[in-house]
C-alpha cells in the first residue's frame, strides 16, 4: 500500500485544517520513512520475491518500525512533537502515524510482528491486487472528496488538493509499472524518495492555502 495510506492524511486534514497537510502526508508514512532508512542502513532487512503477487516484498524483518510496539512509540513520539509544534489538534497526527500500521494490518501478508519477537500477522489482502487497489483508491477516493467540500465551506480553492491528488496517482502508476525490482537498499532509496515527492508537494498546498488566505484578507 502506498497510496491508500494517504487517505488518513486526507481526512485528518479535512477534519483539522489547522494543522499543516505536509505534517499529515509525512506522517502516514512515518513508520515507511523509518523502514526506507533502516533498509538501507542495512540493519531492517527484505527480500525481493518477483512472483509474489501484489507486492513483490518478503519483508522478513522490521522489528524497529513495524512491530505493534514499535508502531505504538513512533505514534506516540511523532504525537508528542506535534502536540508542541501545533497545540492539541497534535494527537491527530500520533493517530495517522498509527493508521499506517493498520492499514498495513489489512493488507501485508502475515509479517508484522506483534511482539519484538512472537507471532506475525497480516490480513494479505495484497494477495488480491484488484481488490487492493480499489480499497486504496476507494478510500483515497472519498476522503478527497470531503476534504474538497470543507475547502469550499471555508473558501478555499480545491485545485492545490486536486493537484496534489494527482501527483500521488502519478507516483503510484508508476510504482505500479511493472519491471524488475531494485535491490533492497534501492528500494528503500526509491520509496525516500516518494515520501520526499509526497510531502513537498503537500507542502505546497500549504502555501498555496497561506496564499490564498492572505489574498481573502488583504483589504482590497
Ligand atoms: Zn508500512
Redesign the pocket.
Known amino acids: 500500500m502506498f497510496i491508500g495510506h494517504f487517505a488518513a492524511s486526507v481526512a485528518a486534514k479535512a477534519l483539522r485544517p489547522a494543522l499543516p497537510f505536509w505534517a499529515c502526508v509525512g506522517a502516514a508514512q512515518l513508520?515507511?520513512i523509518g523502514?526506507g532508512t533502516l533498509v538501507m542502513a542495512g540493519v531492517e532487512k527484505l527480500r525481493l520475491v518477483p512472483g509474489l503477487p501484489g507486492s513483490p516484498l518478503d519483508l522478513y524483518f522490521m522489528q524497529y518500525t513495524?512491530s505493534l510496539p514499535a508502531a505504538l512509540l513512533w505514534s506516540l513520539l511523532a504525537g508528542l512533537v506535534a502536540v508542541r509544534l501545533w497545540g492539541r489538534d497534535g494527537w491527530w497526527i500520533a493517530a495517522v502515524v498509527f493508521s499506517?500500521w493498520l492499514a498495513?494490518l489489512l493488507v501485508h501478508r502475515p509479517d508484522l510482528p506483534l511482539g519484538l519477537g512472537g507471532p506475525k500477522v497480516g490480513l494479505g489482502l495484497w494477495n488480491l491486487p484488484m481488490a487492493e487497489m480499489i480499497v486504496e483508491l476507494g478510500l483515497l477516493g472519498l476522503v478527497m472528496g470531503m476534504w474538497v467540500a470543507a475547502r469550499r465551506d471555508a473558501g478555499l480553492a480545491a485545485r492545490p488538493a486536486i493537484g496534489w491528488f494527482a501527483a500521488m496517482l502519478v507516483l503510484a502508476l508508476v510504482n505500479a509499472l511493472p519491471g524488475k525490482p531494485p535491490s533492497p537498499a534501492g528500494m528503500g532509496a526509491l520509496a525516500l524518495f516518494a515520501f520526499g515527492v509526497a510531502i513537498a508537494v503537500g507542502w505546497l498546498v500549504d502555501r498555496a492555502d497561506a496564499a490564498q488566505a492572505r489574498l481573502a484578507g488583504s483589504p482590497s
Open positions: 513508520l515507511d523502514w513495524h499506517h498495513d
